[in-house]
T-cell receptor
Framework: EDQVTQSPEALRLQEGESSSLNCSYTVSGLRGLFWYRQDPGKGPEFLFTLYSAGEEKEKERLKATLTKKESFLHITAPKPEDSATYLCAVRGSNYQLIWGAGTKLIIKP | DVKVTQSSRYLVKRTGEKVFLECVQDMDHENMFWYRQDPGLGLRLIYFSYDVKMKEKGDIPEGYSVSREKKERFSLILESASTNQTSMYLC?????????????FGSGTQLSVL
C-alpha cells in the first residue's frame, strides 16, 4: 500500500537553529515527491518537486533532498516567518497524489 | 497574480442540509480538484475534473458530488450534510497533463455541520 509518513508531527526551534523535517514514503513507481508550505488559514503553497534519488532543490533557507525511501527538508538558520506546516506528497504510478499529515514548524524569536 | 477563490471561508450548516461549496480559478487551468483536510491526516481527494463536464471520483467520494459546467468553476455538493463531513475543504487547480507537478490551492472553506 502506498504511504507517506512525516516526522516529527511538530517541531519547535529557536531562531537560527537549523534542523530537518522527514518524509518517508512507500510507493510503486515514484513519479515525483512534492513539498508544500501551509500557513494558518490558507491553502498549501508549492515549494519543490524532486524526481530521483540524489536530487536536491533549494529556495532561500530551505533545501529538499531525496533518497529511495525518504526526503528531507533542511531548514538553515530559520526565521520566525518560516513558521508553518510543511506538507509532503508523492505521486505514484497511478499519477494520484498521496499526502502526509504534515509537520508543524514553530520558530521562536 | 494567479488565484483560486473559494466562496466561503467559514460555513455552518445543519445535518441533512444540501451544501454547495464553490471554487473559481482565473488561470485557465483544465484540472481542478476537491480535497478535505482533517487534523492528523493527509489531504484526501474527494473528486477531480480534467475538463468541463468531466468528473472522476477520488479516494473518498461517498456523500459528495461535483459539478463543472464552466472551465473556471468547480462546485462540491454535499447532498445531505452529516456531522462527519465537518472538515476543511480545499479546492485546487493545475495546468493540463496527468504528470503536472504544481497544484494551486484556494484558502479553504472550514465547514461545520451541527
Amino acid at each position: 500500500e502506498d504511504q507517506v509518513t512525516q516526522s516529527p508531527e511538530a517541531l519547535r526551534l529557536q531562531e537560527g537553529e537549523s534542523s530537518s523535517l522527514n518524509c518517508s514514503y512507500t510507493v510503486s513507481g515514484l513519479r515525483g515527491l512534492f513539498w508544500y508550505r501551509q500557513d494558518p488559514g490558507k491553502g498549501p503553497e508549492f515549494l519543490f518537486t524532486l524526481y530521483s534519488a540524489g536530487e536536491e532543490k533549494e529556495k532561500e533557507r530551505l533545501k529538499a533532498t531525496l533518497t529511495k525511501k525518504e526526503s528531507f527538508l533542511h531548514i538553515t538558520a530559520p526565521k520566525p516567518e518560516d513558521s508553518a506546516t510543511y506538507l509532503c506528497a508523492v505521486r505514484g504510478s497511478n499519477y494520484q497524489l498521496i499526502w502526509g499529515a504534515g509537520t508543524k514548524l514553530i520558530i521562536k524569536p | 497574480d494567479v488565484k483560486v477563490t473559494q466562496s466561503s471561508r467559514y460555513l455552518v450548516k445543519r445535518t441533512g442540509e444540501k451544501v454547495f461549496l464553490e471554487c473559481v480559478q482565473d488561470m485557465d487551468h483544465e484540472n481542478m480538484f476537491w480535497y478535505r483536510q482533517d487534523p492528523g491526516l493527509g489531504l484526501r481527494l474527494i473528486y477531480f475534473s480534467y475538463d468541463v463536464k468531466m468528473k472522476e471520483k477520488g479516494d473518498i467520494p461517498e456523500g459528495y458530488s461535483v459539478s463543472r459546467e464552466k472551465k473556471e468553476r468547480f462546485s462540491l455538493i454535499l447532498e445531505s450534510a452529516s456531522t462527519n463531513q465537518t472538515s476543511m475543504y480545499l479546492c485546487a487547480s493545475s495546468p493540463p497533463g496527468a504528470t503536472n507537478e504544481k497544484l494551486f490551492f484556494g484558502s479553504g472553506t472550514q465547514l461545520s455541520v451541527l
